[in-house]
């Protein structure tokens, strides 16, 4: 069975400036000399071009988008699709991350559309699930996340041999400080890579990266990434300062 490569992403929000990109990617290239792990960065769009022009090594830095049209092309203002991602030079695009499903109101099926429109384009979709609170004080956290997945899965089944990633964010644990513990992280990954073996194929289940999400911080990094099915981290504040990144990149492996 081949070992699954760590990978951390960094997801910066509607945060940054040309000025800021260009300073925090040369200052986390540098810190990343010996890194194994596979690191990729999502910001605005606006700033793609810039991240871009700013890593010197693009085989060491990935970049991404942080969303993701579910049209291909046509009358939809405001939507980028997945072509003009890919020809911008983007290699990941999140899909159906929290705040979007909460601030805009995007549903299963439309995460799996995305997702689908990610693949047609040659990227690869980072798919986010997770559970609120109250779902998981009433234990009905497996529950949900199958319910995310399902769609998405349903919709992918052609693209076997094409890679996606999940990444798993416990809502109650974003941006609240709050992180979930390695155990229970473990848990709902442990969880996630079962589905994948039921729905697709035991293949894809073990050759999946499965990402934590969810106030990731350097302190508690080692811990999570120390786990069996904990391949990375899609990390949101802390990927904005070139210390706490690094230092969770290098946690990674």
């Not at 990109?21 to 700033?47: G, M, R």
């Not at 990434?225 to 990390?235: A, S």
Request: aromatic letters at 6%.
């Amino acid at each position: 069975m081949a070992k699954r490569i760590p990978l951390v992403i960094g997801n910066w929000k509607m945060n940054g400036d040309i000025q800021k990109t260009n300073h925090l990617l040369q200052d986390i290239e540098e810190k990343l000399e010996d890194v194994q792990s596979q690191v990729a960065i999502c910001p605005p769009f606006t700033l793609i071009s810039q991240a871009l022009m700013a890593i010197s090594d693009k085989q060491k830095i990935r970049v991404g988008a942080q969303d993701v049209s579910a049209q291909a092309e046509g009358a939809y203002t405001g939507d980028i699709s997945s072509n003009m991602l890919k020809e911008l030079g983007c290699t990941y695009a999140i899909v159906g991350h929290s705040e979007r499903r909460l601030y805009q109101f995007e549903s299963n099926d439309t995460v799996a559309e995305k997702t689908l429109q990610a693949l047609h384009a040659g990227i690869v979709p980072v798919i986010c699930v997770g559970e609120s609170q109250s779902h998981r004080a009433s234990h009905q956290q497996n529950e949900v996340v199958r319910a995310q997945l399902l769609p998405v899965i349903n919709s992918i089944k052609q693209f076997t041999q094409l890679p996606v990633v999940v990444a798993y964010e416990p809502v109650w644990a974003i941006g609240t400080g709050l992180s979930a513990s390695p155990e229970d992280a473990q848990e709902m990954h442990a969880f996630i890579r079962e589905l994948l073996s039921e729905l697709i194929s035991e293949e894809k289940a073990q050759s999946t990266q499965i990402l934590y999400g969810g106030s990731v911080k350097p302190e508690v990094a080692a811990a999570l990434f120390e786990k069996q099915d904990i391949d990375g981290g899609l990390i949101g504040g802390a990927s904005l300062k070139s210390d706490s990144f690094t230092h969770i990149v290098k946690a990674a492996g």
